[in-house]
């Protein structure tokens, strides 16, 4: 799944978790990514410190219900 941490969506980790617990996920997987091209529009967007932090806030909160591996 491709959260808000990319420039090109709008749903947030949480927003994911909710909705894959209530169609009855057990495992999901996140792939936001880095622009590097300094002409693209979303160069400069991603931000790993944020994602991260909002990633681990999910874990904690919907581990009983969605397989983490690392």
Known sequence: MHPNHSCDSKVTIKQYCEKAIEIGLKCICFTDHIDFN?????????????????????????????KYNE
């Open 38 to 66: 300094k002409t693209d529009y979303g160069y400069g967007y991603y931000d790993s410190g944020k994602f991260f932090a909002e990633f681990d806030r999910a874990r904690e909160i919907y581990s009983d219900k969605i």
